[in-house]
């Protein structure tokens, strides 16, 4: 194909892209989501258009700044540097202009100033050192041995089983464990040497014969030149110039290939090197401690989970011990006993036999008692620490949520997040609801004892799946199942192009025939667009967590405390208990269906001033929805309608009309003043009710470590109403941050 025919081609699909972000969707809809997918598999086929390509996103980027259209700005940056890190070479002149755009985003709010710092920092080390933005994606992404750059990442993708048709799961686990099957880390290290000599040397690397000569080479020779190219690319960040980084890598290539120059060879323009699948791994979501755990064993393999070095330096080895045995790493069970302890090392009892991964070494396992202090954080640290975790920068005041799109901020710690967990959710509402009270369990777990903050950055995902066919108990409908993904559609075009086309397209994809298309399709395309959103969406939008305390009618049982994050579903108990079956057969007949409530609630009013009312009224239900369904309106308040039962006298005798009580509040008292039970259900799960309730409350769900922070402070200051001291740099409430691509756009 002639230049002018690849540029023209090119130029109609990203107008196309543009088209679809103004809601001007093709006329196929199978090709709905896939323009992106076919845009950057075109550059796959053919990888010496990557200039063409990146010169006309760059051309379409002046001219949506030129014309004020804020919303193509983002998805064609995304396209551009998707393309740029996987270009086998790129001119410095193509990638300046790049650069010079996103420091002009500098200027703009957020999310675009975010965005445009991001990329051009990362472009100011790509153009000093050609490839690094490469290399340091499939190092990251497959964990290869690194000194250098010691980062680690991986996704992990939870499905619901008892949500999802097994069709759907078996079909995702067979195409996720294939996707990791077709590639080795000798295969990874690989395609980084090539990578990073054929982008510093151009078209003068000879690509064939540098991969002929490393097919040749034993693993370990392999990964010999794997560390001497990352150590030279590493080590151009330091100040050194292009020139210099050139050479450090010609050096290299000659080595390799033994004493023929870089110019000697064959003019076949530049070949590209495919960029690897990231690490990806299936769970089915059947435990409520599952994601904990999965996160607490990437950071420390079971393998090495009994090794003195490592993670459990830093952790006492009672901590340790207790980490490991919450994960299942030592089957021993433990009991609370009345210690006999009398403090001298000699009265200590013989060690029992260790887990078998403590077994090898039996001196260093066991607990000795030593000469010193454990030294512990400083309260700057401890309140770093815990700020970390959250989603909300300390500072902010706690009033109204703040629908923004930014990264979290950075732990203060001593210790440096080396590892990245993109924890992928598929499914829909429900599965999200189940991701809110594993979130909320985390929380607590670290504000009790800090253990993942200050060493794992995570990062959350949503894909909408629906089956085909929705539970039967289950109220909602198909498209009122996915209304977190609606959202983040109508706040993030992009994210409605890429992510939320998959609702309908996977269940289609997992039930098509086995066989070799169907494996094509879906590595292919499936994989690749998980892989796009984990490694582009880095914006999250911040959704808030609501508590949720529920009233018995036994007296004898606790009170429940929950939380949810789309709705609370209250429903009129159809059960009543024999004793009382003749006497709620009479009031009704008097009163009408339902029953009667008292409502107390705090109403959400511009001046954001607290404003109390109550209400007493007959209901047959009543609904809470915390996701709104215009984007402008306020994250963290909850819209709430009651259905009232009007009774009305006339000659005709007495009717019943039901009417629609809508009002927004942010926290809400519910009782049943005569005892009559109705359930409660959370986040559209079945699976989530409560039966025999009389009594609720309602309220935003606070941070755990301000919590944590705020009794301490208040044995201190007890008769002190307002936040004093460490406890007003927490953040107040508990967030949960979705990323999306471009976050919530000011």
Known sequence: MES??????????????????????????????????TLHKKIDQNPSTSCVLVRILVKELERAERGDLRHYIIPLLHTLMYTLIQAPCIPDELCARVYDFCKRLLTLPKPFCTIGLDYASRLQVERTAPGTLYQRMVISEQSLPSAPFPYQEKIFIFADPELLPEAICNALVTDTEAAQLSQSPRGCMSCVVTHALQAALGDTCDIHGLRARLQALSPGDVEHWFQQVVAAVEGSEGGSDRGQHTA?????????????????????????????????????????????????????????????????????????????????????????????????????PTQEEPCAPCAADPERSRLHRKGGIKKKLSPLESVALLQAGSAVPGGKAPGKLPRRAGMPPEPAGSLQRLHTARVVLLGDDRILGRLAQAFHSLRKREARRVFLTPRLNLQLYHIPVLPEQPHPADHAGPEELCEVAGYLGRADAWYESNINTLCHMIPKLATMPSSSSRALVTDLFLTDVIAYYARMGTQPICFQVHSVKVLFRDPAQDPAEDVFLTELLIQVQDSPSHRELSTTKKKSTLDGPGINLTVTYRKVVLSDRQKELALSLRSTGLLMKAIPAEEAEDLGCLSVTITEIIRTNNLAGRSFSAVANRFKTRNIKIRSPEQRPFTVQLDKDSRRTYRDVIGLEVSPCLEPSYCLQKTRTMKFSPHETEDVGLVKYLPKSLLLPINTFGGVMQ
């Open 4 to 37: 002018s025919e690849v540029e023209s081609d090119f130029l109609r699909r990203v107008r196309a892209l543009l088209r679809e972000l103004d809601g001007h969707h093709p006329s196929c809809q199978s090709d709905r989501g896939m323009l992106r997918w």
């Open 248 to 348: 450090r890598l010609e050096r290299i290539y000659q080595g390799l290939l033994g004493s023929s120059p870089a110019g000697n060879a064959p003019q076949e323009g530049l070949q590209g090197t495919p960029l690897p699948n990231p690490s990806i791994s299936f769970h089915l979501w059947t435990e409520d401690e599952q994601l904990w755990k999965e996160l607490v064993l990437f950071l420390r393999p079971l393998s090495q989970s009994c090794e003195p070095d490592g993670l459990g330096q830093d952790l006492d080895p009672l901590e340790m011990q207790d980490m490991l045995a919450d994960c299942g790493c030592c089957e021993q069970s433990r009991f609370s006993v009345l210690s006999t302890d009398s403090g001298i090392e000699r009265d200590l």
